[in-house]
């Protein structure tokens, strides 16, 4: 920090070089910096460098003025955030026929389809962990709050009837709380070919709706979508 600010103070020419080269700085702090210095460039290549590109592109529209480079920079990053502010600068720049409309309908375009792209690559990944063989603890987890059907849920997994049965008997006894015991039950005795779609299945047909929405939420959830991309498709075949 201290070699840029002094460079910042002392010697512009010599800015760029130490943000190129150098990466243990405060990058939003120096950038801010370097705005108030009117070294925009500087700016906008440290916002581009961290990765901050609705940063990077608010110099090129608020600071640069160069809508053309905005539009090239938004093309590179093709992020929704990043089409937005550069649609928004265009729909207050008129092009040279006069009719600002013209210039903001790519940018309008380009956030409606990287959105859908987005969109739809959210449910293709959501249609392939469908077929994923659940984890029983996440199953457990979602379905916990409704014990007293957990003996017909046991049944659509394929869970034996020894181990419904001694399943029903701690809940009886009222060690339901002990989940930990009653998953590892589940565990050894859960069917492999269970998939996530039969879950789902399985809680509509016993009008569990809340509990399926829940379900759907939760399969859609970045971390759950890493963890079951790892693990094989069932095979039905």
Not at 41 to 58: M, V
Not at 113 to 123: G, K, L, S
Request: net charge negative; proline share 3%.
């Amino acid at each position: 920090n201290l070699l840029i600010l002094t460079a910042i103070k002392a010697d512009q020419t010599r800015v760029m070089k130490y943000i190129t080269q150098l990466n243990n700085y405060s990058a939003p702090d120096i950038a801010i910096i370097a705005i108030s210095s009117e070294l925009y460039e500087e700016a906008f290549a440290i916002f581009k460098k961290h990765n901050d590109n609705t940063s990077a592109i608010k110099v090129l529209i608020n600071n640069i003025h160069d809508l053309d480079r905005a539009h090239e920079f938004a093309i590179k990053c093709n992020q929704p955030p990043v089409w937005s502010l550069l649609s928004e600068a265009q729909q207050k720049e008129p092009t040279k026929t006069g009719d600002p409309s013209e210039v903001t309908q790519v940018g309008k375009l380009h956030v409606s389809q990287t959105r859908e792209n987005t969109e739809n690559n959210d449910e293709r990944e959501y249609v392939s962990i469908l077929k994923k063989s659940p984890e029983v603890g996440d199953v457990f987890n979602l379905t916990k709050s409704h014990s007293t059907k957990w003996d017909e849920i046991a049944i659509a997994l394929e869970v034996d009837e020894s181990t419904r049965t001694s399943v029903q008997h701690d809940i009886q006894l009222g060690d339901n709380g002990k989940l930990d015991q009653i998953l590892q039950k589940w565990n050894e005795a859960v069917s492999s070919d269970v998939t996530w779609e039969k879950i789902l299945q399985v809680l509509e047909s016993m009008e569990l709706s809340e509990t399926a929405s829940e379900v759907k939420q939760f399969l859609k959830k970045p971390s759950i979508i890493k963890k079951y991309s790892k693990a094989r498709d069932f095979d039905s075949s």
